[in-house]
């Protein structure tokens, strides 16, 4: 009933760009910050980015700022990650993941988020 749907991963040169999507049914979408993860083969899930509820506060990882944007559009009840000047080392399942405890999104602790999306691949090779 309360569902996250990510879509947009695959597989692109270094360099390139895609746009993740992070569609939300089942709950009342603009009240939760969201969240997005990470998880590379043989790596501990790792935060990249993050945004309030109304859009007004995000969060990026040293290793993605400057190269990815989070947005959202609560009318659409969806979150976006947009990934330019990927490198092979941003190739992991990437989760989408709304917080019901946080009031201005923090990354770095996904114990305090409860709902989560089941991911999408992006790879990133030549």
């Known amino acids: 009933q309360l569902q996250l749907v990510e879509s947009g991963g695959g597989l692109v040169q270094p360099g390139g760009s895609l746009r993740l999507s992070c569609a939300a049914s089942?709950?009342?979408?603009?009240?939760?910050?969201i969240g997005w993860f990470r998880q590379a083969p043989g790596k501990e899930r790792e935060g990249v980015s993050c945004i309030s509820s109304s859009g007004g506060s995000t969060n990026y990882a040293d290793s993605v700022k400057g190269r990815f944007t989070i947005s959202r559009d609560n009318a659409k009840n969806t979150v976006y990650l947009q990934m330019n000047s990927l490198k092979p080392e941003d190739t992991a399942v990437y989760y989408c993941a709304a917080s019901s405890v946080q009031a201005m999104c923090v990354m770095n602790r996904p114990n305090e988020y409860d709902y989560w999306g089941q991911g999408t691949q992006v790879t990133v090779s030549s």
């Open positions: 089942g709950f009342t979408f603009d009240y939760y910050p």
